[in-house]
């Protein structure tokens, strides 16, 4: 989960797109399992996900998030299954119709998470940042904290299991196995992990003004980021897929 | 009372942070782990108390065998001060952060003896109770997260880098606080530190690490003056060692600024008798 939102390196063909073309990439896959209602088109835009995920090499990062939605993905399919009373019977209470539906859920899930998570795991936020700056026009203070509020969590989650230890240390039952209990032990911890991300923000806030942030305009910034032709070929397998959600 | 027994340990696949290491330690030792940043210092101290489990060999600690047993059960014997005290510190005020510790491991203990200790603890560190933690200095966060450490009065107490960003004043008055209770209590002092002085002035037994591996398991003394070890781990002895082996004969085993102006003198003495 750490490890969710780091940049893995790389030069392949997904890296060498422009930012702002992944996450529109992303976005349409996500859209297009919205609007599909065909379970074979779904069933298509998975196999489309990890064929995305093994072009940009990071073919492991997506089956870990798969295993990772695994459990999310089999309550809900139980969940549908036993609360859709429509169609014919195939077993006990479920029908068809159920086991259908339940299966359409699972994969709109799925298709949903995976593309995000494997767009921001080979784009550069700061990339991002800038080329919604450059090209967007969006005012550097909001680029600026996104990517800020993005890389910290990593950080984040660390600081969270290092609290945990800390409390486990002094008596605090964290390695109980009882997860409710864990739950209620949880919340005492905001407070410290509060304060450190108010200290940090603070410090970062400090250190960006001392750097002349508000100096910068739309133009700072050497690296540029123009649209490519691989950027109009994934545009228009962006509109193919929209469009094959529509009609089939 | 901590035995560690072919021990490896690595964060992730593949990856061997610690590798196969072996120690004892007795009750009412002051052992002090030596090694350079990322040697795995950490990694063992927090292999002791079971916060992390080995993956190979094993470790016991009082008599119970760390991958068997839980971490907060041990916190009534076993105090751990964390690197960073912002990890430690949860609570409010001094006062309460003090009493905290005891709250969770010593539930038997009535109100006025918790607000006894805390008081003793307060005035030794010289606290007045109200000051919240998370707006105190970087140091006197540490202090107070030391002191909630000692509040508890354990039998084992493992300290990472207790003396890191003190200043001079601070530094020997935690140390003198732990010595203390090393010696009039017994308690068992496991301390990481990069301080050699500290070391030298504190702890008995070293032990070095680098690269993961215990490179050696001796007394301070006798570590410090292993030049080709000193190397191997990237330390550098206090300078008053290193100063008694330039001087060599009648200098020897004066580690010390209190036996080497001994030695000084009398070989001045010697000196002036001759002429
Ligand atoms: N939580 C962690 N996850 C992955 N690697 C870690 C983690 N903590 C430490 N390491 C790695 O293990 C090695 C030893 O770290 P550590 O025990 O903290 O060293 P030391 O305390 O001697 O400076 C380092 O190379 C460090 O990068
Ligand atoms: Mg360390």
């Known amino acids: 989960m750490k490890d969710l939102f780091q940049y893995t390196a790389g030069n392949s063909v997904i890296h060498r797109m422009n930012p702002l073309t992944k996450i529109l990439l992303a976005v349409c896959i996500c859209a297009a399992g919205f609007i599909s209602d065909n379970i074979f088109y779904l069933l298509f835009l998975l196999l489309l996900d990890m064929m995305i995920g093994l072009a940009a090499g990071v073919f492991k990062k997506a089956l870990s998030i798969l295993k990772g939605l695994l459990k999310v993905s089999i309550f809900l399919f139980i969940l549908q299954v036993l609360f859709v009373r429509r169609g014919t019977p195939v077993f006990w209470i479920i029908t068809d119709e159920g086991l259908m539906l339940a299966a359409k859920v699972v994969l709109r899930l799925i298709i949903a998470c995976i593309p995000l998570a494997l767009m921001l795991a080979v784009t550069q936020i700061s990339d991002l940042a800038n080329a919604l700056v450059q090209v967007l026009h969006l005012p550097y203070k909001y680029a600026f904290t996104l990517t800020t509020s993005i890389r910290f969590i990593p950080q984040f989650m660390e600081e969270m299991g290092d609290i945990m230890e800390a409390q486990t240390a002094r008596g605090v039952e964290f390695d109980t196995k009882n997860g409710l209990k864990k739950i209620g032990l949880v919340l005492p911890l905001c407070v410290p992990l509060l304060i450190s991300s108010v200290r940090r923000t603070d410090a970062t806030a400090v250190a960006a003004e001392v750097r002349g942030f508000e100096l910068r305009t739309t133009k700072s910034g050497f690296k540029k980021y123009p649209f490519r032709l691989i950027d109009l070929a994934a545009f228009l397998i962006c509109a193919a897929l929209i469009a094959g959600a529509v009609l089939l | 009372m901590i035995s560690l027994e072919k021990v490896s340990f690595g ?3 593949g990856s ?3 590798r196969d290491i072996s120690f ?3 009750k009412g030792e ?9 040697a795995g210092k950490t990694t063992t101290v927090k292999l002791i108390d079971g916060l992390l489990k080995p993956t190979k060999g094993k470790v016991v600690i009082n008599g119970l065998d760390t991958s068997k047993t839980r971490v907060s059960e041990r916190a009534r014997h076993v ?3 964390f690197q960073n005290p912002d990890r430690q510190i949860c609570r409010n005020t001094v006062r309460e952060e003090l009493a905290f510790g005891l709250e969770t491991v010593k539930k038997d203990m009535s109100r006025e003896d918790i607000d006894r200790r805390v008081g003793e603890v307060m005035e030794s560190f010289g606290f007045s109770g109200d000051e919240e933690p998370f707006s105190l200095s970087r140091g006197e966060r540490q202090r107070v997260a030391l002191a909630s450490v000692i509040t508890v009065q354990p039998e084992i107490m493992i300290l990472d880098e207790p003396t890191t960003g003190l200043d001079y004043r601070e530094c020997s008055h935690i140390m003198d606080v732990i010595s203390d209770m090393n010696r009039t209590m017994g308690t068992t002092v496991v301390m990481v530190c990069h301080d050699m002085e500290v070391v030298m002035s504190y702890a008995r037994r070293a032990l070095v690490m680098a ?3 215990l490179l050696a398991d001796g007394t301070v003394r006798s570590v410090f003056r292993d030049t080709e070890l000193m190397l191997k781990a990237s330390l550098l002895p206090p300078q008053i060692t290193e100063l008694s082996m330039r001087l060599g004969k009648g200098f020897e085993n004066a580690d010390t600024v209190g036996e080497m102006t ?8 010697v000196r002036r008798a001759g002429r």
């Not at chain 2, 002051?30 to 990322?38: D, E, S, Y």
């Not at chain 2, 001994?262 to 003495?269: G, K, N, P």
């Open chain 2, 79 to 81: 105090g751990f001060l």
């Open chain 2, 16 to 18: 061997s942070t610690v």
């Open chain 2, 211 to 213: 690269g993961g591996r």
């Open chain 2, 262 to 269: 001994a030695r000084i003198c009398s070989e001045m003495q």
């Open chain 2, 30 to 38: 002051f052992v002090a782990i030596l090694g350079a940043n990322g």
């Open chain 2, 11 to 13: 964060y992730g696949e």
């Open chain 2, 24 to 26: 004892h330690i007795e």
